[in-house]
């Protein structure tokens, strides 16, 4: 199973048009080029690829890492099966 990184990446890569070296836990989603219309269209697709129910109140996500993060929270208390942490990072997983 991939990691919800791995996942994410390739949201990243694939619609925005990144390169997988500039995805990192730290990098600043203004830094990637996502603005807030594109981080409303970012949470769009993580609804879709990861068949998750965001919630409508706004959270401040400013790094790749809180988005992670963020996206696992939501997975382990909708009850889904949660993809692993990256390399360094304490791994969820729902039951």
Known sequence: MKTTFERLSAIL?????L?????????????LGIDSLGTVE??????DVF????PSDPVDLPT???VV???????????????????GEPALRAL
């Open 42 to 47: 970012l949470m769009w697709n993580i609804e």
């Open 19 to 31: 390169q997988p070296d500039r995805l990192t836990l730290d990098a600043p989603l203004e830094s």
């Open 51 to 54: 068949q998750i129910k965001l």
């Open 64 to 66: 790749l890492g809180d």
């Open 69 to 87: 993060r963020y996206v696992d929270e939501l997975i382990v208390s909708q009850g889904l099966v949660v993809a692993h942490a990256p390399p």
């Open 13 to 17: 890569i694939k619609d925005y048009k």
